[in-house]
């Protein structure tokens, strides 16, 4: 007869895991310098009245060690002209790019997040019509990826066993982009006078409301379209008309759905404002196209069983462990606050006013008993009519603002975006003006649990057998024993020990109260 030839047996192996971290960081100051001349059909400059700065990211992509991110800035002036003293204004772009260096080592899927802001602006006049503008961009970048981790393949080894246990995290998936088109009109008021030439429009968004079905994120908002316009056969009296227009998109077939989380961040990247004859032949209907790109950056929770301990009936193994951080959304939330002021500016204002723009920067968020205390400084340009024409004022100030909130102890990262949507005044006694400024506060919390599991298997040496060794064992356990610890100590199937005794062990396979003896059947 011939032999049979022993079974082969399968060794337990260790597969790969892909765990979220966050590999940089980091703010810049991004100095800009936009040297403009102004086109042939607009008057000289006689007085520089106001200068606005809008940016916006393009394009943020890891390549390698380097992220690359892009954008443009959108700058505009607003003058008294040397022909009969009227207001005119122009509008001028320039691209940007900033490299950024990344260490991505052991990391693959590379996801940035870029955000932008301009904190400071400044214009010098070469002659009546030209100039240099110099915006300062605070342009700030997270880069996260997904680092490969070891673990033991519990679906591997023959006659092995795990103690395992499910862990769960934050990840972060591929940002959506995708740009949509508006065509608006909206007709003015009765009392409102009909439009000559129109000085500039703006269109602000407000936040966003949004809401997933399936695989869709449906998204609402207002468009507040803001127009100045010299009145119809007017000497140069100002009108400043604001509507506002409910709008809505759909991003369909994302990667995220109802158990995942979104963020939507809108962006105006064209805009044209115009003015068209009514139905009695009069300028009263305000034209808007403009176009809105909206970027959803998503996360999901995952999850991945791993092993904590393991035990063969065929080899001893000995194992190492590793401890990661692993990363949870903690609190995400909305939030809207105020930040009251009064402006005491140098010469009177006629109210209404035209119009009021605030920016925010250099925002703070720290963590403290019951929440979070939010602070950062503000600038607000007031624009309005005084006894010596059209002016700007800026002023600037700072805030602190306290959200309570019940985070856990274990938060390492908040992250806070702040968008001032709205603009209340009102003219003191005195000649000040009262001003409050209303702030959407989007905050998330990110907190770190750390998870300790078996990252690899050093050696699996066979397990020589006792031919002596008792087919039945009589254990009288102690009261730290449970299921596992029994098992793994004579090697025997857990699933054999419960089932020879069954009243042994409650369902977490902790030894029930009073049990004095088990039966190990090997």
């Known amino acids: 007869m011939k032999k049979r030839k022993d079974a082969i047996i399968i060794k337990t192996s260790v597969r790969d895991i892909y765990i979220p971290k966050r590999l940089l960081h980091t703010t810049v100051d991004k100095d800009l310098e936009l040297e403009g001349t102004l086109p042939d059909f607009c008057p000289d400059i006689s007085r520089l009245i106001r200068v606005d700065c809008i940016p916006y990211i393009d394009s943020s992509d890891v390549n390698g060690d380097k992220c690359l991110v892009t954008g443009k800035v959108v700058c505009s002036i607003l003058y008294e002209t040397d022909y009969k003293n009227k207001i005119k204004s122009a509008v001028f772009a320039k691209d940007f790019s900033h490299s950024f260096e990344v260490q991505n080592q052991n990391c693959i899927t590379p996801i940035s997040e870029a955000k932008i802001r301009c904190s400071h602006i400044s214009c010098k006049m070469l002659s009546p019509r030209k100039f240099i503008i110099k915006p300062r961009m605070q342009l700030d970048l997270d880069v996260y990826c997904n680092s490969i981790f070891k673990t033991a393949d519990t679906q591997s080894g023959d006659n092995t066993f795990f103690k395992t246990k499910e862990i769960t995290f934050e990840k972060k998936l591929p940002a959506y982009t995708e740009e949509f088109s508006f065509d608006e009109e909206n007709s003015l008021l009765s009392s409102e006078k009909p439009i000559g030439d129109i000085v500039f429009g703006t269109i602000r968004l407000q936040p966003p409301q949004v809401t997933i ?13 803001k127009v100045l316009y010299e009145e119809e056969n007017s000497d140069n009296e100002l009108v400043m008309a604001t509507k506002i227009i409910p709008i809505s998109m759909t991003l369909s077939n994302l990667d995220v759905n109802e158990s995942g989380k979104i963020n939507v961040v809108l962006t105006v990247t064209d805009e044209k404002i115009s003015s068209e004859l009514d139905a009695y032949g009069e300028n009263r209907i305000i034209k808007a196209d403009f176009t809105v790109r909206a970027k959803a950056d998503m996360s999901e929770k995952v999850s991945e069983v791993v092993a904590t301990d393991l035990f063969s009936t065929d080899y001893i193994n000995k194992t190492e462990s590793t401890t990661v951080a692993l990363p949870m959304l903690a609190a995400d939330l909305e939030r809207n606050f105020a930040i ?140 730290k024993d449970n299921l596992w610890n029994i098992a793994k100590k004579y090697y025997v199937n857990p699933t054999i020990i419960k089932n020879a005794n069954p009243n042994a062990f409650d369902e977490q396979d902790q030894l029930k109260t009073g049990t004095r003896m088990v039966l190990i059947k090997k």
Do not use: C, W
């Not at 990252?455 to 009261?479: C, F």
């Open 340 to 479: 009251d002021t009064v402006v005491n500016p140098e010469r009177q204002f006629t109210f209404p006013l035209f119009d009021i723009d605030t920016t925010i920067n250099d925002v703070k968020a720290e963590l403290v008993e019951g929440g979070i205390n939010l602070s950062g400084e503000y600038t607000t340009s007031i624009l309005g009519l005084t006894a010596d024409g059209y002016e700007s004022v800026d002023t600037s100030g700072t805030f602190n603002e306290f959200v309570s909130l019940d985070l856990p102890e274990n938060v390492t990262n908040v992250e806070v975006n702040l968008l001032p949507f709205d603009n209340n005044t009102t003219l003191l006694p005195d000649g000040n003006i009262a001003l409050r400024i209303m702030v959407n506060a989007r905050i998330k919390a990110y907190a770190e649990d750390q998870q300790t599991f078996i990252s690899n298997i050093l050696s699996q040496d066979p397990i020589v057998k006792d031919k002596e060794t008792y087919a039945v064992i009589y254990y009288y356990p102690s009261k």
């Open 213 to 225: 079905s399936g695989n869709d994120a449906h998204v609402k908002t207002n468009a507040v379209i």
